[in-house]
């Protein structure tokens, strides 16, 4: 059973528009949320986090917005580059580093020049 | 230069033959990960280690051992009992603590099996 969801394989967006990522959540008990980044045959590189505790966290272009009660995060990345097409990993874990991080399949995101 | 390394990039070998995929890191983290991808599905943990000469498996062991002797270093055995063990494997480390999940990659090891 899937505890962390990203029901879109692929999406597709043109340069310098805004690129949303969805990733939902069953676990309830899940306290810290990260979205990495993956080009083919490299590993993911960590993008943006965000604790419970917020329900926003900026870093530049990235964006991303936590709905607790909804067990549902966004990634917003704007403006949209060419740059930014890979791969877009959801992952959660719990409190400490003993609780195992579950990443969810991926978004595959393409931005077209 | 700080970092994770997993060496070989791509590796060939033939059915029925055990390998050890190797990973290594100097950013003095306590845990380490290894992970399993296949093409269209996300990553999934073969076996973590929090902490050195212990160990525990994730959600697809099987076919698969590790040993965690040193802290730097992490290898992976894929055995011949692996089914399908042609894929992508990346390995991770983290420190340990409250809000240290940030799982920092290694460049990954393609095992392509004959």
């Known amino acids: 059973d899937q505890q962390v969801k990203q029901n879109s394989p692929s999406l597709s967006v043109q340069e310098g528009r805004i690129s949303i990522l969805n990733c939902d959540y069953t676990?309830?008990?899940?306290?810290?949320f990260l979205w990495y980044k993956k080009y083919p045959a490299e590993g993911p590189t960590f993008l943006i986090s965000?604790?419970?505790?917020?329900d926003k966290n900026e870093d530049g272009r990235f964006t991303v917005f936590l709905n607790k009660s909804a067990k549902h995060l966004s990634l917003h990345i704007v403006p949209s580059q060419p740059g930014d097409s890979a791969v877009y990993f959801c992952a959660a874990s719990g409190q400490t580093s003993y609780d195992k991080v579950i990443f969810g399949p991926g978004t595959s995101l393409s931005v077209i020049p | 230069d700080g970092g994770i390394t997993q060496s070989p990039k791509y590796l060939f070998r033939k059915e029925g033959q055990n390998v050890t995929l190797s990973c290594e890191q100097n950013l003095n983290h306590d845990a380490m990960y290894w992970y399993r991808q296949d093409p269209g599905q996300g990553l999934r943990l073969i076996y973590y280690?929090?902490?050195?000469?212990?160990?525990q498996k994730g959600d697809i062991a099987e076919g698969y051992s590790v040993s965690r002797e040193k802290k730097e270093s992490f290898p992976l055995t894929v055995t011949s009992a692996q089914k399908n063990p042609t894929a992508f494997y990346l390995c991770?480390?983290?420190?340990?603590?409250?809000?240290?999940?940030?799982?920092?990659f290694g460049p990954g090891t393609r095992l392509t099996v004959l």
């Open positions: 280690s929090q902490i050195v000469n212990d160990f």
């Open positions: 676990n309830s008990m899940f306290d810290y």
């Open positions: 991770a480390t983290a420190g340990v603590g409250i809000n240290t999940d940030t799982q920092y």
């Open positions: 965000i604790s419970s505790i917020k």
